[in-house]
């Protein structure tokens, strides 16, 4: 029962906190005064645009916001790239060499886009130099480049020109990213997360054994972990390591952490079109599908593993721990690949078939609350294209937010949406055809599929969680999961620039008898639709093979 | 604007959010975490006779009779199909068994995600009980008031069922044994 409870109060938190700091996006994002934060911060913002040259207007084009993100995201990875190579001897207590350079692309790649997935032992391979200049570096800004888009296309959709890349990414730090950082790193401080730059410590145990103590500045790394949907953990074993996650507290605190940006991006949209009945209806629609996720994974892992109901009872603690318990951690599981944060508090290999069929799920629609900026982006995606649906359903023409939905935004729509099971199912299918070997499979039978699969999803949605027992530390993974990073990543975000500023270009209409209206339980009710055929049916065939076919297994 | 300049802009961009997001902000926090949290800033550290021992967060491994022991750890990525993770159950489900622990609680048989879980329940604390007390050579009952002293959740809200902290019980285990075996000096009243 408390699993449930806590679970339930976990959500509603995030419910009640999300008009907040909705509000606080849209000010932010829209330049409306904040006189409090304006007083101390516009003269800094202002002075810092000045000094790289900048002169805060509008971009007129898509290209013209689209190009300085390039340009600047391109160098943030060649920082990263460089320390991670190079790792010199400076905040490096343990003498860590420079990594592998495919592993050390990989790492930059997988920061840069916001995805953090690793396939590298952190505490055995990165000195804090490499934590800081490098990870947390590109933790806050992929999550800030994410934000940037996120709002450069919702005011695309609601009219308005599409912003200035260099502001909305500064502003996204100064007045969202860091102060929200900065206070969940002092709760996460008192709670017992280190925040040191001594070094690691080798301490002998009780027994007479060696452990390692791999303390570090982890406090305000693990804050921008979370709230940023980054999800790369300061250690391998991510948020399941007591130094990154001490206390039942600390989970269900970043648990909210996780949802709360991307609930409250779904908020400030509908500030932004002045209609907030619609954005209430859309955050009804991912937490109606989050809440599903999360009974059946609770369910599943409360439930436990009918295979080992020889030698003990309850819940599925393989790979969890057991001051967050088998319920809670197959909630983290659920809101972690539904937001893209991908961090794990337990092993989600180890998890049951059904957990593992909800995170693929969310992985595969990407809008189950979503990822950083981007969440909302894809969600009005489906939406436009549910929009053309039932236009054609019943015979007018679609309009969304008094603008026409034509073909060009239908095709920009459908290129979005094809992006993703490009990149997930072409290299799982050839890595799965490379056999065995070459994909390091470690679970036999109908898994050994979920994990390949897996991997490609996790990275082309910028996740990062992953089915860990994979042998994934290879050239071939790293080479190919990083071309599913940067398409899941760049292509996107260029087509959605670009959808969106069209979009905004279109003349406005005022509604007539005939508009079909948006903001209503029916129409919601077909988005849902939508999104699970277009989204989930796409990759059902692999769903079939891989943790349904487990499923049937266990249960016979 | 041309190539040149908007590639100078970035660099510029580039070098200030660094410097912002890795200097500006780390700082006054590492500053800060030693003023309000010195000891969780440096990883809780557990101290004895002056040596570093361990942390009171993490977990260690035990296998010596003479201490209560922790969940295992090593294969945490065993798929619930697997065949490998039924037969490691049962395996150390035996080992248990030869031990006198007929019906071993469920986390003392599957992996911890961390490899370093700091608890385990009250009921694989206290199946464990007989074995340290004919071990230690000491009454059931003593032991039996350390497991309350060293439990931690759900009210702290450190654990989702009430657990014990292994590493701090085996320690207080051995002040137990030391008073115990060792004559105790008088005490000296402080001034």
Same mark, same amino acid.
């Given at each position: 029962?408390?699993?449930?409870?806590?679970?339930?109060?976990?959500?509603?938190?995030?419910?009640?906190? !999300?008009?907040?700091? &909705?509000?606080?996006?849209?000010?932010?994002? +829209?330049?409306?005064?904040?006189?409090?934060?304006?007083?101390?911060?516009?003269?800094?913002?202002?002075? #810092?645009?000045?000094?790289?040259?900048?002169?805060?207007?509008?971009? +007129?084009?898509?290209?013209?916001?689209?190009?300085?993100?390039?340009?600047?995201?391109?160098?943030?990875?060649?920082?990263?790239?460089?320390?991670?190579?190079?790792?010199?001897?400076?905040?490096?207590?343990?003498?860590?060499?420079?990594?592998?350079? *495919?592993?050390?692309?990989?790492?930059?790649?997988?920061?840069?886009?916001?995805? *953090?997935?690793?396939?590298?032992?952190?505490?055995?391979?990165?000195?804090?130099?490499?934590?800081?200049? !490098?990870?947390?570096?590109?933790?806050?800004?992929?999550? !800030?480049?994410?934000?940037?888009?996120?709002?450069?296309?919702?005011?695309?959709?609601?009219?308005?020109?599409?912003?200035?890349?260099?502001?909305?990414?500064?502003?996204?730090?100064?007045?969202? #990213?860091?102060?929200?950082?900065?206070?969940?790193?002092?709760?996460?401080?008192?709670?017992?997360?280190?925040?040191?730059?001594?070094?690691?410590?080798?301490?002998?145990?009780?027994?007479?054994?060696?452990?390692?103590?791999?303390?570090?500045?982890?406090?305000?790394?693990?804050?921008?972990?979370?709230?940023?949907?980054?999800?790369?953990?300061?250690?391998?074993?991510?948020?399941?390591?007591?130094?990154?996650?001490?206390?039942?507290?600390?989970?269900?605190?970043?648990?909210?952490?996780?949802?709360?940006?991307?609930?409250?991006?779904?908020?400030?949209?509908?500030?932004?079109? &002045?209609?907030?009945?619609?954005?209430?209806?859309?955050?009804?629609?991912?937490?109606?599908?989050?809440?599903?996720?999360?009974?059946?994974?609770?369910?599943?892992?409360?439930?436990?593993?009918?295979?080992?109901?020889?030698?003990?009872?309850?819940?599925?603690?393989?790979?969890?721990?057991?001051?967050?318990?088998?319920?809670?951690?197959?909630?983290?599981?659920?809101?972690?690949? &539904?937001?893209?944060?991908?961090?794990?508090?337990?092993?989600? *290999?180890?998890?049951?078939?059904?957990?593992?069929?909800?995170?693929?799920?969310?992985?595969?629609?990407?809008?189950?609350?979503?990822?950083?900026?981007?969440?909302?982006?894809?969600? #009005?995606?489906?939406?436009?294209?549910?929009?053309?649906?039932?236009?054609?359903?019943?015979?007018?023409?679609?309009?969304?937010? &008094?603008?026409?939905?034509?073909?060009?935004?239908?095709?920009?729509?459908?290129?979005?949406?094809?992006?993703?099971?490009?990149?997930?199912?072409?290299?799982? /299918?050839?890595?799965?055809?490379?056999?065995?070997?070459?994909?390091?499979?470690?679970?036999?039978?109908?898994?050994?599929?979920?994990?390949?699969?897996?991997?490609? /999803?996790?990275?082309?949605?910028?996740?990062?969680?992953?089915?860990?027992?994979?042998?994934?530390?290879?050239?071939?993974?790293?080479?190919?999961?990083?071309?599913?990073?940067?398409?899941?990543?760049?292509?996107?975000?260029?087509?959605?620039?670009?959808?969106? +500023?069209?979009?905004?270009?279109?003349? !406005?209409?005022?509604?007539?008898?005939?508009?079909?209206?948006?903001?209503?339980?029916?129409?919601?009710?077909?988005? /849902?639709?939508?999104?699970?055929?277009?989204? /989930?049916?796409?990759?059902?065939?692999?769903?079939? #093979?891989?943790?349904?076919?487990?499923?049937?297994?266990?249960?016979? | 604007?041309?190539?040149?300049?908007?590639?100078?802009?970035?660099?510029?961009?580039?070098?200030?959010?660094?410097?912002?997001?890795?200097?500006?902000?780390?700082?006054?926090?590492?500053?800060?975490?030693?003023?309000? @949290?010195?000891?969780? @800033?440096?990883?809780?550290?557990?101290?004895?006779?002056?040596?570093?021992?361990?942390?009171?967060?993490?977990?260690?491994?035990?296998?010596?009779?003479?201490?209560?022991?922790?969940?295992?750890?090593?294969? %945490?990525?065993?798929?619930?199909?697997?065949?490998?993770?039924?037969?490691?159950?049962?395996?150390?489900?035996?080992?248990?068994?030869?031990?006198?622990?007929?019906?071993?609680?469920?986390?003392?048989?599957?992996?911890?995600?961390?490899?370093?879980?700091?608890?385990?329940?009250?009921?694989?604390?206290?199946?464990?009980?007989?074995?340290?007390?004919?071990?230690?050579?000491?009454?059931?009952?003593?032991?039996?008031?350390?497991?309350?002293?060293?439990?931690?959740? %759900?009210?702290?809200?450190?654990?989702?069922?009430?657990?014990?902290?292994?590493?701090?019980?085996?320690?207080?285990?051995?002040?137990?044994?030391?008073?115990?075996?060792?004559?105790?000096?008088?005490?000296?009243?402080?001034?």
């Amino acid at each position: 029962m408390l699993p449930w409870l806590l679970a339930a109060v976990n959500l509603a938190a995030v419910v009640l906190t !999300a008009p907040s700091l &909705g509000r606080h996006l849209f000010e932010v994002f +829209d330049g409306r005064p904040q006189p409090a934060w304006d007083r101390w911060l516009k003269p800094i913002e202002t002075g #810092l645009l000045r000094w790289i040259g900048d002169n805060g207007r509008s971009a +007129d084009s898509a290209i013209g916001y689209l190009l300085p993100l390039l340009i600047s995201n391109a160098l943030f990875g060649a920082v990263a790239l460089t320390l991670l190579l190079v790792q010199p001897a400076w905040l490096n207590p343990l003498g860590f060499g420079g990594l592998r350079w *495919d592993l050390a692309l990989h790492t930059t790649f997988s920061f840069l886009t916001n995805t *953090d997935q690793q396939h590298l032992v952190p505490e055995q391979s990165l000195g804090n130099l490499a934590q800081l200049g !490098a990870m947390q570096f590109l933790m806050f800004v992929s999550a !800030a480049t994410g934000l940037a888009v996120g709002f450069a296309v919702i005011r695309g959709f609601s009219g308005r020109p599409i912003g200035n890349f260099h502001l909305d990414l500064l502003r996204a730090l100064t007045r969202v #990213l860091i102060p929200a950082s900065l206070l969940l790193a002092l709760f996460l401080l008192v709670s017992g997360v280190p925040m040191t730059l001594a070094p690691p410590l080798e301490i002998t145990t009780l027994e007479g054994g060696q452990q390692l103590l791999p303390r570090g500045p982890i406090a305000l790394f693990e804050a921008i972990k979370q709230l940023g949907e980054n999800g790369g953990g300061f250690v391998s074993t991510n948020s399941a390591h007591p130094y990154e996650n001490p206390t039942l507290l600390t989970n269900l605190v970043s648990t909210w952490a996780m949802l709360i940006i991307p609930a409250a991006t779904i908020d400030a949209f509908g500030r932004f079109v &002045g209609n907030r009945r619609q954005s209430n209806l859309l955050l009804a629609l991912v937490f109606a599908l989050l809440l599903i996720g999360t009974v059946v994974s609770m369910a599943a892992e409360q439930a436990g593993n009918p295979m080992l109901e020889r030698w003990l009872s309850g819940g599925n603690l393989q790979g969890k721990e057991l001051r967050f318990g088998a319920g809670l951690t197959g909630l983290w599981s659920v809101v972690t690949t &539904g937001t893209m944060t991908g961090a794990v508090n337990g092993s989600i *290999d180890a998890a049951m078939p059904l957990t593992i069929l909800t995170a693929l799920f969310n992985l595969f629609l990407q809008v189950v609350v979503g990822g950083q900026g981007t969440g909302i982006a894809y969600l #009005l995606v489906y939406v436009l294209l549910a929009v053309f649906l039932t236009g054609l359903m019943v015979g007018r023409t679609p309009e969304f937010l &008094g603008r026409k939905v034509e073909k060009a935004q239908v095709v920009w729509a459908s290129l979005i949406l094809l992006i993703h099971p490009l990149f997930v199912l072409i290299p799982a /299918a050839l890595t799965l055809a490379g056999g065995a070997s070459l994909a390091g499979i470690s679970n036999p039978g109908s898994h050994g599929i979920s994990q390949v699969v897996y991997e490609y /999803a996790s990275a082309a949605a910028n996740n990062g969680s992953g089915l860990e027992g994979l042998g994934d530390g290879t050239a071939w993974w790293n080479l190919t999961t990083s071309l599913s990073l940067l398409g899941g990543r760049f292509l996107p975000i260029a087509a959605l620039l670009a959808l969106a +500023d069209g979009f905004r270009r279109k003349p !406005a209409i005022e509604p007539s008898p005939g508009t079909l209206r948006t903001d209503t339980g029916l129409f919601t009710g077909v988005t /849902a639709v939508v999104l699970v055929i277009l989204g /989930a049916l796409t990759f059902f065939p692999v769903l079939a #093979l891989g943790p349904i076919a487990e499923a049937l297994t266990l249960a016979s | 604007m041309s190539a040149v300049a908007q590639l100078w802009r970035g660099v510029r961009f580039t070098l200030l959010l660094w410097f912002l997001t890795v200097v500006v902000i780390t700082l006054p926090l590492l500053g800060l975490a030693r003023l309000v @949290a010195p000891d969780a @800033a440096s990883g809780s550290l557990i101290r004895r006779d002056g040596q570093v021992v361990g942390s009171r967060l993490i977990g260690q491994g035990f296998s010596s009779a003479r201490y209560l022991q922790s969940r295992p750890a090593g294969a %945490p990525n065993l798929a619930a199909s697997n065949p490998e993770l039924a037969a490691r159950v049962a395996a150390t489900a035996r080992r248990w068994q030869s031990a006198g622990v007929a019906q071993p609680a469920a986390e003392l048989l599957q992996d911890s995600a961390s490899g370093v879980d700091p608890h385990i329940s009250l009921a694989a604390a206290r199946q464990q009980l007989p074995r340290l007390a004919r071990e230690r050579q000491l009454p059931l009952a003593e032991l039996e008031r350390l497991i309350p002293q060293h439990q931690e959740g %759900p009210l702290g809200l450190q654990a989702i069922e009430p657990v014990v902290n292994v590493l701090r019980f085996n320690l207080a285990l051995d002040r137990l044994a030391t008073a115990s075996t060792t004559p105790s000096p008088p005490v000296p009243a402080r001034p």
